[in-house]
């Protein structure tokens, strides 16, 4: 029977490679590279004005299971967070375990729920209560790993890293690699996760190490998702412009996190951030899902929190990166004010330093649905960088389009700012935090505090 079913996976990857998926929509053909903007993915609905959160179930509750997740969700809807990429929730290895749960990519049957955080039917009343709360699932996979003791290293030996006498070679005491060189890997592995899509309704995938797969592998492996389930949303842990034609949704802004650290905190800041973002101008597609993120398991247990690295910038930092052209994310803790590292191995809870961050996101993550200036790829509004009086420290742009504009004006210095817009339209923006109104009557003149941030939304009707 297993032969029967890798058999008919393997025959629908061929049909897959050999056909367009039905999701695909053609754009506006426009030059990048070598390539044109055509054929594109159409993404998902519910994308174009979401921000994601990142939900790791031993950290999210002291009890660190999927049920206690699942009764907290409300307070993240109620943040206005559109989707959520859940940490593996597969059971792991118990031969050479780190820690007392073991690590995350050191599945050892991709089946089952591991028993520390639930079982299957825990995980499908989650996804359901997630849907009943307006948010999607994303399942976090590891493409390019399993454990030493995963049952295909008994069953299914072929499609993993063997040496000449067909022994399993682990590439760390706990884990070993999967090998897409062999002909059935990439059927296996999508058999697993078309399981997952039809019979727990989760909403997509964010894929760990696709660079495992080659070109036509992942090519395969994206169409094949799209025709099992419409509306799949793909996001993969690569920095690649090229994947965006007809594989992924969306890609991790991997150098962003260290650039805005960097740009925070030097002279030269406001530049280098417009230096980034003309760079992402020129070498990514307009449609593209770019996740822009200040922090994320990698970066929390090996650099530090958000207040260890953006120390008095941090609302600055999160004011600009849920404005900007993105697709944000907010990693497990982080609208809580967590100040602690989490083991990644442990059921280690996040702590709730400081809770008025959550009316920060709320407001901004309210913006970005409610101003289609701010939508994520195509739908989003251009972005320009505004002159300034007095650019001493101060970073200001527009996000606008035909029918939305919102300004953001941030101060990266430690005195306050008297500042006036060089060029202000005939209209009048409010603020969303205060009563403060900027316009030509003005003369686009407003304060900034120490470190302070201000975004205001044009009121009237844009005109093009």
């Not at 101008?281 to 530090?304: C, K, M, Q, T, W």
């Amino acid at each position: 029977m297993h032969k029967l079913l890798i058999f008919l996976f393997a025959t629908a990857l061929l049909a897959a490679c050999q056909e367009p998926p039905a999701s695909e929509a053609t754009s506006v053909a426009r030059t990048v590279g070598e390539r044109y903007e055509t054929d594109v993915l159409e993404h998902p609905e519910w994308s174009v004005d979401a921000a994601l959160y990142y939900l790791n179930f031993r950290h999210f509750t002291p009890a660190g299971t999927i049920a206690k997740a699942a009764d907290s969700l409300k307070v993240l809807s109620d943040m206005q967070v559109g989707g959520l990429i859940i940490s593996p929730p597969y059971q792991i290895g118990k031969e050479n375990r780190r820690g007392s749960l073991g690590d995350l990519r050191a599945i050892r049957n991709h089946r089952k729920v591991d028993e520390a955080l639930g079982d299957r039917v825990v995980f499908e009343q989650f996804v359901s209560r997630s849907h009943s709360l307006g948010m999607q699932v994303l399942l976090e996979w590891p493409l390019a790993y399993v454990s030493v003791d995963h049952g295909w290293t008994d069953t299914l030996r072929q499609v993993l890293i063997t040496d000449s006498l067909g022994k399993v070679i682990p590439v760390r005491e706990d884990l070993a690699r999967l090998n897409f060189d062999a002909d059935t890997t990439l059927a296996v592995v999508l058999n697993e996760l078309q399981l997952w899509l039809l019979q727990t309704d989760i909403d997509g995938f964010y894929f760990r190490n696709l660079n495992a797969l080659s070109d036509d592998q992942q090519l395969a492996l994206s169409s094949a998702l799209r025709s099992t389930k419409k509306q799949v949303m793909i996001i993969a842990d690569e920095d690649r412009p090229d994947l965006h034609y007809q594989i992924v949704d969306a890609t991790m802004a991997i150098d962003f996190p260290a650039m805005l650290e960097e740009s925070l905190f030097s002279e030269s800041g406001p530049d280098t951030l417009e230096k980034w973002m003309q760079r992402e101008r020129d070498e990514f597609i307009e449609s593209a899902y770019r996740v822009l993120y200040l922090s994320s398991p990698e970066l929390n247990a090996l650099e530090g929190t958000v207040p260890d690295r953006f120390g008095k910038l941090s609302r600055v930092a999160t004011v600009l990166y849920t404005t900007l052209h993105g697709l944000p994310m907010l990693y497990n803790g982080q609208a809580s004010g967590n100040t602690r590292a989490l083991s990644p191995y442990e059921s280690d809870t996040i702590r709730y330093d400081d809770l008025s961050l959550r009316k920060l996101y709320t407001k901004l993550f309210k913006l970005k649905r409610e101003e289609s200036a701010l939508r994520n790829g195509y739908g989003g509004g251009r972005y320009e960088r505004l002159e300034m009086a007095d650019e001493n420290g101060i970073f200001c742009f527009r996000r606008f389009n035909d029918e939305s504009e919102v300004v953001v004006a941030v101060n990266l210095s430690d005195r306050p700012a008297s500042l006036q817009l060089s060029k202000v339209p005939d209209a009048t923006y409010a603020s969303i935090f205060n009563s403060e109104v900027l316009s030509s009557f003005t003369n686009g003149a407003f304060d900034l505090a120490p470190y302070g941030y201000q975004v205001f939304v044009r009121t009237d009707k844009v005109i093009p």
